[in-house]
C-alpha cells in the first residue's frame, strides 16, 4: 500500500515510517527537514514539506497524520491542504478529550483545556475536517514513549473517563493507526487507541 506519513521525524511520525515499513508498505515521509527522518530503507522516499502551504500526495496513497503543534491554525492548514490534494484516505491523529471526545472524556476534559489552551479550536477545527472528508481520526490519550504493548481500538461509545494516569505508547497508536489505514472500521469516525 501506498502510505504518506506527515510529521515524519516527529516521535509518532518515526514510529509510523518504521512500523509501515516493516509490514511492507511503500512511504512518502514529509517533515520540514527530512535529514530528521533517522529511518532508512529501499521502500522510503523522504520529501521536504510543511503543512502551511499546498502538499503533493498521490491520489492511491493513504495519509496518516502525527502532525502536532504548538501554534494554533497549524493542524486545521495541515487538514486543509490533506483534503486539497485528494488522497484516498486519511488517518489523522488527535487529542482524547477535545472536539468530539470532549464529552466522554468527562471531568478530564478541563485537564486539557489548560494544557493545549488556545490551540484547543485549531485541534477541534482539523478533526471536524477530516471527519467531513471521511477520514479517520484517532484521540489519543496521554502519550509514551515505551515500546508498543498490547491494545484495542474502541469507538466513542465504548470511551473511558478521562484518566492522566491511563498512558498509551506511541508505538501502540502507530500501529493502531495503520490497521485502520490497512482495514478501516472507524472510516468518518472518532477512534480512540488504548493500552491493554
Given amino acids: 500500500?501506498?502510505?504518506?506519513?506527515?510529521?515524519?521525524?516527529?516521535?509518532?511520525?518515526?514510529?509510523?515510517?518504521?512500523?509501515?515499513?516493516?509490514?511492507?508498505?511503500?512511504?512518502?515521509?514529509?517533515?520540514?527537514?527530512?535529514?530528521?527522518?533517522?529511518?532508512?530503507?529501499?521502500?522510503?522516499?523522504?520529501?521536504?514539506?510543511?503543512?502551511?502551504?499546498?502538499?503533493?500526495?498521490?491520489?492511491?496513497?493513504?495519509?496518516?497524520?502525527?502532525?502536532?503543534?504548538?501554534?494554533?491554525?497549524?493542524?486545521?492548514?495541515?487538514?486543509?491542504?490533506?483534503?486539497?490534494?485528494?488522497?484516498?484516505?486519511?488517518?489523522?491523529l488527535g487529542a482524547y478529550g477535545t472536539g468530539p471526545s470532549a464529552e466522554a472524556a468527562g471531568e478530564g476534559a478541563a485537564v486539557l483545556a489548560k494544557f493545549f489552551g488556545d490551540r484547543i479550536p485549531d485541534k477541534v477545527a482539523a478533526d471536524t475536517a477530516v471527519l467531513e472528508a471521511g477520514g479517520t481520526v484517532f484521540h489519543a490519550g496521554v502519550l509514551t514513549d515505551e515500546p508498543a504493548g498490547p491494545g484495542r481500538t474502541v469507538g466513542l461509545d465504548e470511551a473511558p473517563a478521562f484518566d492522566l494516569g491511563a498512558k498509551v505508547s506511541r508505538e501502540t497508536v502507530a500501529a493502531a493507526m495503520l490497521d485502520e489505514a490497512e482495514n478501516p472500521r472507524f472510516a468518518g469516525r472518532v477512534a480512540l487507541p488504548l493500552a491493554g
Fill in 1 to 92: 500500500m501506498e502510505l504518506t506519513i506527515l510529521a515524519a521525524s516527529g516521535r509518532t511520525g518515526l514510529a509510523l515510517t518504521r512500523q509501515a515499513l516493516e509490514r511492507g508498505h511503500t512511504v512518502t515521509a514529509i517533515a520540514r527537514d527530512p535529514s530528521r527522518v533517522t529511518v532508512d530503507h529501499p521502500n522510503l522516499r523522504k520529501v521536504a514539506g510543511d503543512v502551511g502551504g499546498p502538499l503533493s500526495i498521490d491520489a492511491d496513497s493513504v495519509v496518516l497524520s502525527g502532525l502536532g503543534t504548538d501554534t494554533p491554525g497549524v493542524l486545521f492548514d495541515g487538514a486543509k491542504a490533506v483534503i486539497a490534494a485528494g488522497p484516498r484516505r486519511i488517518v489523522w
